[in-house]
């Protein structure tokens, strides 16, 4: 039983096919990743079988796919060959914990999130007063802004500019925006693109000063219906368990808990 690591994409593919395949929405962040990340590694049992995965994206932030705490527990003294020690690690709570105590290394939490899965998608009732559309060309100073502010809101260290990041979801059609009555976009959401049969919708934000008035479902319920009708077979998103709110509007519109994960932070 052994860790192995690469930097190809196609390697890895071919190696883990058959364990990725196998549960899509658990190993989502490594599906996403696998193609711009550093390092990919894969855990392989005796008889030859993959039975976890990660995938190294940014530099020191190792994503973890599904993976049993054993082979998390291994992977401690490894160090990642070839990338920098880890500064911080995500993926499923029990196998980051297991890792993170393996190491010896103190660490904090930093962020508990639980990956839901779309069952029967359910309209609100009442619906949200306006309508969605997707997101257009002229719409990209607007969604990269709340891009920005969606990064602060959640912590992350926001990025100079986002221009090219929500123009290529514009481009493929993969943003929707809430607009109110009056015509002006008031909420967003998008999806990524489907790999193994699953996507995963994000980046839903309203302003402050537009909350309380349901348009984030709306918004999300319009991207969660385009990603139907594109015929993906497993519709995912996560949320924050510290924010009550999105978790409770994502259950009522029919997205159902998978598995619970958690971010860590190595603080020596």
Do not use: C, K
Not at 101 to 107: L, N, Q, S
């Amino acid at each position: 039983m052994t860790w192995s690591f690469t930097d190809s994409a196609a390697t890895f593919r071919a190696v883990a096919a058959a364990h990725l395949a196998a549960d899509p929405a658990r190993n989502t962040a490594v599906l996403t990743l696998m193609d711009t990340a550093g390092r990919l590694g894969w855990w392989e049992e005796a008889d030859g079988r993959v039975t976890g995965v990660l995938a190294v994206a940014p530099p020191g932030v190792p994503s973890f796919g599904a993976m049993t705490e054993e082979a998390a527990r291994a992977l401690a003294p490894e160090v990642l060959p070839g990338a920098e020690e880890p500064t911080e690690v995500r993926g499923e709570t029990a196998a980051v914990e297991a890792y993170a105590e393996a190491t010896g290394r103190p660490w904090t939490p930093t962020v508990r999130m639980r990956l839901f899965r779309l069952g029967e998608l359910t309209p609100p009732d009442p619906a949200p007063a306006g309508r969605a559309r997707l997101a257009a060309a002229a719409d990209v100073p607007l969604v990269a802004a709340w891009t920005r502010e969606f990064a602060v809101a959640i912590g992350d260290e926001p990025a100079e500019d986002y221009t090219g990041f929500v123009t290529e979801r514009i481009t493929e059609g993969r943003l929707w925006l809430w607009e109110a009555p009056d015509g002006r976009p008031v909420s967003m959401a998008a999806v990524s693109r489907t790999i193994e049969g699953q996507a995963r919708v994000h980046l839903v934000h309203t302003p402050p000063a537009e909350r309380g008035r349901g348009y984030a479902t709306g918004a999300t319920e319009a991207v969660s219906r385009a990603a139907l009708d594109a015929g993906v077979a497993q519709v995912l998103l996560f949320t924050d368990l510290a924010n009550p709110t999105s978790n409770a509007l994502y259950r009522r519109l029919g997205y159902r808990p998978v598995t619970d994960h958690l971010g860590v932070t190595f603080t020596g």
